[in-house]
């Protein structure tokens, strides 16, 4: 990765971070070498602060820590895109962006990934999916293979609204064990991306 900090006097190129998932652009940031090389070992954000003249991790007061995915540099060389998943709101003022939007995708289903990873970092006793979490992976799997019973046989049937709430109640079984395992959706989608090529 061929970046160049030279093209700015004072050695700092523009980080422009996005939801890997919902593909909303949360906030911008400046970078030197220092900063980037600390970002890529940890996996974790870090900037160079212009105010504090010094390197900066987002996260590192509030924990609300930007987790890296992906780095690309742009063509020119001078600014860099990354991808991450946020732990938290991203602005200082406890909004989700820097500019005041809602971080939801316009896909519903990585919208529902985000809820399920709330109650697996925030667990409640009043949700079925923490509680379901807390019985571990094994019951987990066990209620996707249940699930994926239930659509086999209303597939037979001729009821369309007992076939798709089962087919919903597989998908929603199945994100969460994707979560259960460490995963996301889309780790799947990569995978089925790398396949189509």
């Known amino acids: 990765m061929q970046i160049d900090f030279k093209k700015s006097p004072d050695g700092l190129v523009p980080a422009v971070i996005q939801d890997a998932a919902t593909q909303k652009v949360l906030m911008l940031g400046y970078m030197n070498q220092e900063s980037l090389d600390k970002t890529l070992q ?15 991790t987002k996260g590192e007061e509030s924990g609300n820590f930007l987790l890296v995915q992906d780095v690309k540099v ?5 600014t860099l895109l990354i991808k991450v998943n946020p732990v938290g709101p991203v602005c200082h003022t406890g909004a989700d962006t820097c500019w005041e939007e809602s971080n ?3 896909d519903f289903l990585f919208e529902l990934e985000g809820i399920i990873t709330d109650r697996l970092n ?14 571990g992976i094994n019951k987990v799997a066990q209620k996707v293979g249940e699930e994926a019973v239930e659509v086999v046989i209303e597939a037979k ?3 369309n609204d007992l076939f798709l ?6 998908l929603f079984h199945y994100l969460i064990l994707l979560q259960a395992k460490g995963f996301t959706l889309s780790d ?3 995978v089925l991306k790398q396949r189509h090529k």
């Open 188 to 190: 799947v989608i990569a």
């Open 122 to 135: 925030n667990p409640s006793e009043n949700s079925y999916t923490s509680k379901l979490f807390a019985r």
């Open 165 to 170: 709430n089962e087919s919903a109640d597989l």
């Open 157 to 159: 049937d001729n009821n």
């Open 104 to 106: 939801v995708s316009n």
């Open 42 to 56: 940890e996996k974790k954000v870090t900037f160079y602060s212009r105010s504090k003249q010094r390197l900066w």
């Open 74 to 78: 742009d063509c020119d060389a001078d």
